[in-house]
């Protein structure tokens, strides 16, 4: 369930935004915008790689707990950047002022920390894991 709301939240926000911008964005701002379609993609697919490497250690077919660690770090990097990027995209056009710096950094700041609620417990949960052979 975890995985799945998280999921969900995430694509109910940003799609609302790419109904709207898709079809009149042009250049960058189009191509980051399919971008994040892209990743938004991709995030299901990690989120199953990750219940698979938890099943298959739990389960004894993977001794090695660094490639869940890797996993989730990775991703969280992936969708951070992502996000960064596409906050960037969304407050840039009309220019850098204090009244839309501000509010792109508090997004950034909040997607940094809600991608860290959402990535970080495979990771945690991998870093505590005992090997067989321990």
């Known amino acids: 369930?975890?995985?799945v709301l998280a999921?969900?939240?995430?694509?109910a926000t940003t799609y609302?935004?790419?109904?709207?911008?898709?079809g009149v964005g042009d250049g960058l701002r189009w191509e980051v915008d399919c971008l994040g379609v892209v990743s938004n993609a991709i995030i299901p697919?990690?989120?199953?790689?990750i219940g698979i490497?938890?099943?298959m250690y739990e389960?004894?077919?993977l001794r090695d707990k660094r490639i869940l660690m890797y996993l989730s770090a990775g991703v969280y990097l992936f969708v951070?950047?992502?996000?960064?990027?596409?906050?960037?995209?969304?407050?840039?056009?009309t220019?850098?002022?204090?009244?839309?710096?501000?509010?792109?950094?508090?997004?950034?700041i909040i997607t940094v920390v809600s991608d860290f609620i959402a990535y970080a417990p495979p990771f945690f949960l991998a870093l505590s894991m005992k090997n067989t052979s321990e």
Do not use: H
């Open 1 to 3: 369930v975890y995985p």
């Open 7 to 11: 999921l969900l939240s995430k694509l």
């Open 16 to 22: 609302m935004n790419y109904v709207e911008t898709l």
């Open 45 to 49: 697919i990690v989120w199953l790689a």
């Open 53 to 55: 490497v938890f099943l």
């Open 59 to 61: 389960s004894g077919r």
């Open 80 to 93: 951070t950047i992502i996000n960064t990027i596409q906050y960037f995209n969304f407050f840039m056009p």
């Open 95 to 108: 220019g850098v002022t204090l009244f839309n710096f501000i509010p792109m950094i508090t997004s950034i």
